[in-house]
C-alpha cells in the first residue's frame, strides 16, 4: 500500500475544502507549503458546520495529527510544578496533552470564524477539525431548543466537548467576562467564575488535568495583572477545598509579560 506524505494530504484537502466552499472553488492553490497550510486553514476557519464526506475527514484527520507531532506534543512531564499541583507553561495550547484545554469562547459558541486569525478560538478550533465546530453546533442546537432560538451562552458556563485531532482528550469552552469601560466587582466575580466553573466541570466528569488559557485578557480588555490574580487566587482556593480532585492545572501563556506575571504571583 503506497505511503501518502504530508504534502499529498495537503494537496487533497485544499482541492476538497476549496470544491466545499462554492464560493472559493477557483481560486489559485500556492505553490509554497505554507501558502497551501493558509489557504487549508482560512477554507477550514469560514466553514460554516455542516456534513462533509467520511473520505476528507480521514484525511484531515490524518494531516492534523500529522501536524500535532511536527509542532511536538507536549505531556505533563515536560512541565515543572511550581507549587504542588500547579504549573505555568508558555507556548501553544494546542500542544499539550492534558485532559482538557480551555478554550476563551465567543457568546455564539461556534469558533473564529476570520481567516488565520491568532486568538486561541481560531488556533484551536483550526487543529481540532471541522468536527470541533460541528459538535458545539449541536450542543448550541439543543440549548435553543431549550431556551429559543436566540440563545447565546452565558458568560462563565463552559460547554464540554471532545478534543478531536488536538493532543488534549477534551476541550472546556467558556465566555469570559468583556471589559467595556472600567473594571467593576461583577466583572471581576465573572472572571473568577469561570476558573470555579470549568474546575467544577472537570470533576464533575472525572478530569485530572486541565490548562487554562489567559481568560478574557486581549480583545476582551481584562486587564493582564488582575486577570491573573484572579486566575491564582481562584484556582488555589479551589484546590485547597478538593484537595485530591486534580493532578494539574496548567496557566497557558503566550505573551512574555503574561509569564512574567504568572511566575511573580507563584512565586
Known amino acids: 500500500m503506497k505511503h501518502v506524505t504530508q504534502e499529498e494530504r495537503l494537496d487533497y484537502l485544499v482541492e476538497e475544502f476549496k ?5 472559493y472553488r477557483n481560486i489559485e492553490t500556492p505553490k509554497d507549503t505554507e501558502g497551501k497550510r493558509r489557504v487549508l486553514r482560512s477554507l477550514m476557519n469560514i466553514r460554516m458546520p455542516r456534513n462533509i464526506s467520511s473520505d476528507v475527514l480521514r484525511v484531515q484527520d490524518e ?3 500529522g501536524r500535532s507531532e511536527e509542532k ?37 459558541m461556534l469558533g473564529c470564524f476570520v481567516p488565520m486569525h491568532t486568538c486561541i478560538d481560531n488556533c484551536i478550533h483550526t487543529y481540532a477539525g471541522v468536527q470541533l465546530r460541528a459538535e458545539c453546533s449541536r450542543q448550541m442546537n439543543q440549548l435553543r431548543i431549550r431556551y429559543g432560538r436566540d440563545y447565546e451562552q452565558p458568560t462563565a458556563v463552559p460547554m464540554l466537548t471532545d478534543g478531536y485531532n488536538l493532543p488534549a482528550k477534551k476541550v472546556i469552552h467558556i465566555v469570559g467576562p468583556i471589559v467595556q469601560y472600567k473594571l467593576t466587582p461583577a466583572l471581576e ?20 488535568s486541565v490548562a487554562f488559557c489567559c481568560i478574557s485578557t486581549g ?12 486566575a491564582v487566587e481562584t484556582v488555589t482556593s479551589w484546590m485547597s477545598e478538593h484537595p485530591e480532585e486534580m493532578e494539574r ?19
Not at 466575580?189 to 485530572?208: F, I, P, Q, S, V
Open 19 to 23: 470544491t466545499d466552499s462554492g464560493e
Open 219 to 230: 480583545v476582551f480588555r481584562f486587564p493582564n495583572r488582575r486577570a491573573a490574580e484572579i
Open 189 to 208: 466575580n465573572d472572571l473568577a467564575d469561570c476558573y470555579r466553573n470549568t474546575l467544577d466541570m472537570c470533576k464533575e466528569t472525572g478530569l485530572k
Open 249 to 267: 492545572v496548567i496557566f497557558n501563556v503566550f505573551k512574555e509579560e503574561d509569564r512574567a506575571i504568572y511566575e511573580d504571583l507563584l512565586s
Open 72 to 108: 511536538g506534543i507536549v505531556t505533563l512531564s515536560d512541565i515543572p510544578e511550581i507549587r504542588k499541583g500547579l504549573s505555568i507553561w508558555q507556548g501553544d495550547i494546542t500542544r499539550l496533552l492534558v485532559d482538557a484545554i480551555v478554550n476563551a469562547a465567543n457568546s455564539q
Open 63 to 65: 494531516y492534523l495529527k
